[in-house]
T-cell receptor
Framework: SQQGEEDPQALSIQEGENATMNCSYK?????LQWYRQNSGRGLVHLIL?????REKHSGRLRVTLDTSKKSSSLLITASRAADTASYFC??????????FGQGTELSVKP | ETGVTQSPTHLIKTRGQQVTLRCSSQ?????VSWYQQALGQGPQFIFQ???????GRGNFPPRFSGLQFPNYSSELNVNALELDDSALYLC????????????FGSGTRLTVV
């Protein structure tokens, strides 16, 4: 079963704009991770935020976590066409037992 | 260091048949996990192997089984294939207990007809 919902399911923006994706989860967590998937292929780990952190940055990525609302958001700034992919949040993490959301499909138009 | 490799990349099987998918772990990793991803959905955890033993299982029937070998490579076996088994099967390797550092393979696209 899925851990939660991601919103929106699909997002289309122009190059240079910012993209924001949201993720909600159901149970208590130790950490939350975001992954990227190109064209139904393998997943690439983007960033992990621990439950005692509220915000984390990595390059053009900014992740926030609100444990009181059981939600997280991923912001991609100054998007590029190469950012076109599906983005998934995942909780768990002990040795691979990840529980994924349903994903947001991002399309960045040049 | 090498990443995770999966074979084959694509496979077509007939309902009722059996299939074996293969995965070679990233060097230095000691656990292997398998995920099923239906079209338009997020990956769903099937099971994890550590030290050649199943170390956790998701909500999948017993006809989904696996093996991990001493070199940490792994197989996913599915018996009595059903049409709903059509999906992308992803393998991920990691170090047990490590919070992150999961390396995913590119997956095997299984189509059951």
């Amino acid at each position: 079963s899925q851990q939660g919902e991601e919103d929106p399911q699909a997002l289309s923006i122009q190059e240079g704009e910012n993209a924001t994706m949201n993720c909600s989860y159901k149970t208590s967590i130790n950490n939350l991770q975001w992954y990227r998937q190109n064209s139904g292929r393998g997943l690439v780990h983007l960033i992990l935020i621990r439950s005692n952190e509220r915000e984390k940055h990595s390059g053009r990525l900014r992740v926030t976590l609100d444990t009181s609302k059981k939600s997280s958001s991923l912001l991609i700034t100054a998007s590029r066409a190469a950012d076109t992919a599906s983005y998934f949040c995942a909780t768990g993490g002990q040795g691979g037992k990840l529980i994924f959301g349903q994903g947001t499909e991002l399309s960045v138009k040049p | 260091e090498t990443g995770v490799t999966q074979s084959p990349t694509h496979l077509i099987k007939t309902r009722g048949q059996q299939v074996t998918l293969r995965c070679s772990s990233q060097s230095g990793h000691n656990t292997v996990s398998w995920y099923q991803q239906a079209l338009g959905q997020g990956p769903q955890f099937i099971f994890q192997y550590y030290r050649e033993e199943e170390n956790g299982r998701g909500n999948f029937p017993p006809r989904f089984s696996g093996l991990q070998f001493p070199n940490y490579s792994s197989e996913l076996n599915v018996n009595a294939l059903e049409l709903d088994d059509s999906a992308l099967y992803l393998c991920a390797s990691s170090l047990l207990g490590q919070l992150y550092g999961y390396t995913f393979g590119s997956g095997t696209r299984l189509t059951v007809v």
